[in-house]
């Protein structure tokens, strides 16, 4: 009789969702500049990871930069990993930022095999951006079908579309405003953004500053947010860039490594460690105190510390840098099926 109580605890587990099940699997909504540093395309490759296992539902992916190289080198990797049908969306802001460096986007787009085809496919057929939707369309749309407070928005560049998010009207999509959306569908904010360690201005913070003083100071949900001097000190080993999944066949992420610095580069993880807080939770992390940042007219970050405050931000002893360093790889490596 004994020796059943552990099977009956397992089945009643099982049926209540428990472990592996999908009641509390992360839904994500990933916005990237992708293309300024290589840490996007990691990110991206931990979260076709987190799909691959089961532990993660992305719902769609936005840039924050103008360009269509940054959206097409997304498709690229989506398709590559098999999740090609994740929407895709571009920039929303007239006035957002200038930065349209693209430092490894387009070279892996233009990469050409023997026969002078695309070395890599991609799902979205045409090749001009502007007729992907804009993020303001993409995210209203998506937000709009998702029960209430279920949805986790990973921002790992700039905070152009989520302050453009915020600012747009009721339209036939919804009759709730970007703000009123977000409120009510919106669970939690995780971004990589600012510096807690001291007064230095972040570069995703700086890029759109009056972006991400709004943001800041509006975004109706708890926000988390991983810290400049967290992401500089995970540093992916470039002797494992070979190693990127896919082993012997081609790998965008890997390709778009070696364009990137070269392949000498141990690439800080400023993104990837969002995605992991947004997937994992706070297992791998110690997490401040609540407080509110602010954010001034030269884009430096502040924290006071606050008790009903909304906003906290990650932190990691050695030991969890460490482990973070390790878990990435592991994410990032593991063979292909
Ligand atoms: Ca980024």
């Known amino acids: 009789m004994k020796r059943q109580i552990p099977f009956i605890l397992l089945v009643l587990l099982v049926l209540a969702g428990c472990g592996t099940g999908t009641g509390n699997m992360p839904r994500i909504i990933l916005d990237t500049d992708m293309g300024n540093d290589i840490d996007d395309a990691l990110a991206l490759a931990a979260m076709n990871r987190y799909i691959d296992e089961g532990q993660a539902r992305v719902l769609a992916i936005g840039m924050s930069k103008e360009g269509a190289a940054a959206a097409d080198f997304t498709d690229i ?7 090609g049908d994740i929407p895709i969306g571009r920039v929303s802001a007239n006035t957002g930022p200038k930065t ?3 430092h490894y986007t387009d070279r892996v787009c233009a990469l050409k095999d023997e026969a002078g085809a695309p070395l890599f496919a ?3 057929e045409s090749k001009d951006g502007a007729l992907r939707p804009t993020t303001d369309e993409l995210y209203r749309r998506v937000l709009a079908k998702q029960k209430d407070h279920s949805v986790t928005f990973v921002t790992v560049g700039f905070s152009t579309n989520m302050a453009s998010l915020l600012a747009t009207p009721a339209d036939d999509i919804s009759p709730l405003t970007g703000a009123e959306l977000v409120a009510r569908k919106v669970k939690e904010l995780v971004m990589m953004a600012g510096n807690m360690a001291e ?3 972040e570069f995703n913070v700086v890029q759109d500053i009056v972006a991400a003083r709004k943001v800041f100071a509006e975004w109706p949900t708890p926000i988390v947010v991983s810290p400049f001097e967290l992401g500089s000190r995970v540093k992916f080993p470039h002797t494992r860039v070979k190693d990127l999944a896919g082993g012997e066949q081609p790998n965008p992420v890997a390709e778009a490594y070696r364009f990137y610095l ?3 580069y141990d690439a800080c993880s400023w993104d990837p460690t969002a995605l992991i807080y947004a997937v ?3 297992s791998m992390f110690t997490l401040s105190p609540a407080g509110k940042i602010e ?3 030269k884009g430096i970050t502040r924290f006071t510390p606050a008790p009903e405050g909304k906003h906290r931000y990650l932190i990691a002893d050695i030991k969890q840098v460490m482990a973070l360093t390790l878990h990435l790889v592991e ?4 063979a292909r099926e």
């Open 77 to 83: 990797v989506q398709t590559w990993y098999g999740h």
């Open 100 to 102: 349209t460096d693209i």
């Open 295 to 297: 954010v001034d007219n």
């Open 262 to 264: 070269g392949p000498d």
């Open 280 to 282: 994992e939770g706070e």
């Open 122 to 124: 991609q799902t979205f």
């Open 331 to 334: 994410l990032t490596t593991t």
């Open 199 to 201: 007064a230095s201005g």
